[in-house]
């Protein structure tokens, strides 16, 4: 079975210009992560998705970046406008949660490698 | 806030042992622990349900103290495919926020 799938795998982009990440979760699983890795602030979930619905973006840094899961088996991390501080790893992930209000192992993508000119 | 791994970076010889700890200002429920190898995705470890429960994965094993809102995960006899930077997660409803990560480097 295929494992998280992430889209594209690097972007480079200049400053001001529109960015879009995508991801395709494991088939079956039902809550859908995303999450934000630097050096100074580490590994930061971004916002997190439970039956193609938002539950959580208070991690979302500013109104710039906006995420959708229009279904199962897609969702995109999107930053209009881009800035530089934007540079970083960004991750999806997706799990199997069997009891709501659990939390259950969560398999990752490889991650879209973002550097902002 | 998330939770505070110590030590920063560790570096060990093939064969011996480490142990990471993860601290948190706020409960945990349940703590979860991650590797991840340079350049690549965080990867699942294992899960800790309940207080003072100890589970393990190959010759990495981890406890939890919920009282003290603490984990320690332990490396026994490091092997070169140990080398990583290791996470521990808090559980807090659906989410997991993760901590600040160890990196452990394991030499020939």
């Known amino acids: 079975d295929a494992g998280v799938i992430q889209s594209p795998r690097h972007e480079v982009t200049e400053m001001g210009q529109e960015v879009t990440l995508r991801c395709k979760p494991i088939?079956?699983?039902?809550?859908l992560f995303w999450y934000r890795q630097t050096m100074m602030r580490g590994l930061e979930l971004l916002i997190y998705f439970n039956n193609n619905v938002p539950i959580d973006d208070s991690g979302m840094p500013e109104d710039r970046f906006s995420a959708k899961m229009p279904n199962a088996s897609f969702s995109t991390l999107k930053i209009q406008p881009s800035e530089p501080r934007d540079s970083a790893v960004y991750f999806c992930a997706s799990s199997l949660v069997a009891l709501a209000g659990s939390t259950d192992t969560q398999y990752f993508g490889p991650g879209t490698r973002l550097t902002v000119l | 806030q998330q939770p505070v791994q110590s030590p920063q970076a560790v570096i060990l010889r093939e064969g011996e042992d480490a142990v990471i700890n993860c601290s948190s200002s706020k409960a945990l429920y349940s703590v979860h622990w991650y590797r991840q190898k340079h350049g690549e995705a965080p990867v699942f470890l294992m899960i800790?349900?309940?207080?003072?429960e100890q589970k393990g994965h190959e010759k990495i094993s981890a406890s939890f103290n919920e009282k003290k809102q603490q984990s320690s995960l332990y490396l026994t006899a490091s092997q070169l495919s140990y080398s990583g930077t290791y996470f521990c997660?808090?559980?807090?409803?659906?989410?997991?926020?993760f901590g600040t990560g160890t990196r452990l480097a394991v030499r020939p």
């Open positions: 997660g808090r559980s807090s409803g659906d989410k997991l926020t």
């Open positions: 800790l349900l309940k207080g003072g």
């Open positions: 088939s079956g699983h039902n809550s």
